[in-house]
């Protein structure tokens, strides 16, 4: 496989960043996550960072060294993590079960497929524009499934922030999974949170990642929504792939032919955990927890 990977992540106007990403890649396949811890439950990061590992264990665990059914695999670890927040929250005693979105894709074979829960989105764009994006499970896009709103309202709709599908609680996740689809030379796949794709328009986004290398068109991205959004804008994350893509300037080019079989190479950013309710040895604790649940549930 050769592609061109960049990520990043940023606080934005929040006091704490509840946003993880996150990638790994053996030679051949590639996995890519987004997880947007939901701010309006206790320990939000904690459910999107145990939502990034599971999967990239889950997925270090199966692709030996691609996998046997990635819609399946898709599907199954989502599901894990979902079972892993429930226990570290059961395990705690927490008030309240931590939430978050998630979004996936693996990558392998010249196809691309993905999962989704919440209003975290994936893009795929080719030469031409943007090809298809996921349908967030939110309640303006209900709404505007019912021909209530318009599109454009959406954005600016009170309710906009309201999601009805989600990672952690007694309800399990509906995981949607799209159909498989090939990816051609210079295909680019965007994986983000609301904070990032809320504040600019498709078109913004489509225009700077046909214009500028991949790493440059990020962080432009990020700054562009950054400024946008202002002092109370949102956490605002993305994972973006270009496939096929030769070494550009900013030598985030990747290729996996010299990789032995059954290594991996991958990257999750660390973040601060936002304060809690538990006491620095009980935070030391429950992140020893969270890697032995990860353990478990990949296990299966």
């Given at each position: 496989?050769?592609?061109?990977?960049?990520?990043?992540?940023?606080?934005?106007?929040?006091?704490?960043?509840?946003?993880?990403?996150?990638?790994?890649?053996?030679?051949?396949?590639?996995?890519?996550?987004?997880?947007?811890?939901?701010?309006?439950?206790?320990?939000?990061?904690?459910?999107?960072?145990?939502?990034?590992?599971?999967?990239?264990?889950?997925?270090?665990?199966?692709?030996?060294?691609?996998?046997?059914?990635?819609?399946?695999?898709?599907?199954?670890?989502?599901?894990?993590?979902?079972?892993?927040?429930?226990?570290?929250?059961?395990?705690?005693?927490?008030?309240?079960?931590?939430?978050?979105?998630?979004?996936?894709?693996?990558?392998?074979?010249?196809?691309?497929?993905?999962?989704?829960?919440?209003?975290?989105?994936?893009?795929?764009?080719?030469?031409?524009g943007l090809v298809?994006?996921?349908?967030?499970?939110?309640?303006?896009?209900?709404?505007?499934?019912?021909?209530l709103i318009t599109?454009?309202?959406?954005?600016?709709?009170?309710?906009?922030?309201?999601?009805?599908?989600?990672?952690?609680?007694?309800?399990?996740?509906?995981?949607?999974?799209?159909?498989?689809?090939?990816?051609?030379?210079?295909?680019?796949?965007?994986?983000?949170?609301?904070?990032?794709?809320?504040?600019?328009?498709?078109?913004?986004?489509?225009?700077?990642?046909?214009?500028?290398?991949?790493?440059?068109?990020?962080?432009?991205?990020?700054?562009?929504?950054e400024l946008r959004?202002?002092?109370?804008?949102?956490?605002?994350?993305?994972?973006?792939?270009?496939?096929?893509?030769?070494?550009?300037?900013?030598?985030?080019?990747?290729?996996?032919?010299?990789?032995?079989?059954?290594?991996?190479?991958?990257?999750?950013?660390?973040?601060?955990?936002?304060?809690?309710?538990?006491?620095?040895?009980?935070?030391?604790?429950?992140?020893?927890?969270?890697?032995?649940?990860?353990?478990?549930?990949?296990?299966?």
């Amino acid at each position: 496989m050769r592609f061109s990977i960049y990520q990043a992540s940023r606080q934005g106007g929040r006091r704490y960043n509840q946003d993880r990403v996150a990638y790994s890649y053996s030679r051949d396949a590639l996995l890519m996550v987004v997880a947007d811890g939901m701010g309006g439950h206790a320990h939000g990061e904690l459910a999107a960072q145990i939502t990034v590992q599971t999967l990239a264990e889950t997925f270090q665990r199966n692709a030996k060294s691609k996998l046997k059914d990635p819609a399946a695999f898709l599907i199954g670890a989502i599901e894990r993590a979902h079972e892993a927040i429930n226990q570290h929250a059961n395990a705690h005693k927490l008030n309240e079960i931590p939430h978050t979105t998630c979004v996936a894709c693996v990558v392998q074979d010249d196809t691309v497929w993905w999962a989704h829960v919440g209003d975290s989105r994936l893009y795929l764009f080719s030469d031409n524009g943007l090809v298809t994006k996921t349908r967030d499970h939110s309640t303006v896009q209900q709404m505007c499934d019912d021909g209530l709103i318009t599109e454009e309202a959406m954005q600016t709709h009170p309710d906009r922030n309201k999601i009805y599908n989600c990672l952690g609680g007694f309800m399990p996740p509906e995981v949607e999974v799209a159909r498989p689809l090939p990816l051609s030379e210079r295909d680019t796949l965007l994986l983000c949170t609301d904070g990032l794709w809320g504040a600019l328009t498709e078109e913004q986004i489509t225009a700077t990642l046909k214009a500028f290398p991949l790493a440059r068109a990020m962080e432009f991205l990020m700054d562009h929504a950054e400024l946008r959004a202002g002092n109370h804008g949102d956490n605002l994350s993305g994972v973006a792939m270009t496939w096929g893509a030769e070494v550009d300037a900013d030598n985030q080019s990747v290729s996996t032919l010299s990789m032995p079989m059954n290594t991996f190479t991958t990257k999750i950013d660390d973040f601060p955990v936002a304060p809690t309710d538990l006491a620095e040895d009980e935070v030391e604790r429950a992140i020893a927890e969270i890697q032995n649940a990860i353990k478990k549930y990949s296990g299966k």
